[in-house]
Nanobody, 114 residues
């Protein structure tokens, strides 16, 4: 299983970014996918998760601003991030549990700064 994340960058407060995570080596359509983030000195935390059914859940800190979605044909999960705040600055990782193992993407840096 490989997860390839992309789309991070530097954005001003109030701006938007869209992260992508392309999966390979797994049956993507039956797998829940998640986005996590880790800021310096902090633990890695769940940002959003989408089940194979399409149902979603979000951390309270991002509800109403972030949207997770998936395209099973493209084997890709997305995280649309709007109204970004400096406290959203972190390395963002995609994640899945597959065949009783957890897999992480390589991480993509998101920096929100003026």
């Amino acid at each position: 299983v490989q997860l390839q994340a992309s789309g991070g960058g530097l954005v001003r407060p109030g701006g938007s970014l869209r992260l992508s995570c392309k999966a390979s080596g797994m049956n993507f359509g039956i797998s829940a996918m998640g986005w996590y983030r880790q800021a310096p000195g902090n633990q890695r935390e769940l940002v959003a998760r989408i089940a194979s059914s399409g149902s979603t859940n979000y951390a309270d800190s991002v509800k109403g601003r972030f949207t997770i979605s998936r395209d099973n044909a493209r084997r890709t999960v997305f995280l649309q991030m709007n109204s970004l705040k400096p406290e959203d600055t972190a390395v963002y990782f995609c994640h899945t549990n597959y065949t009783y193992r957890g897999y992480w993407g390589q991480g993509t840096q998101v920096t929100v700064s003026s």
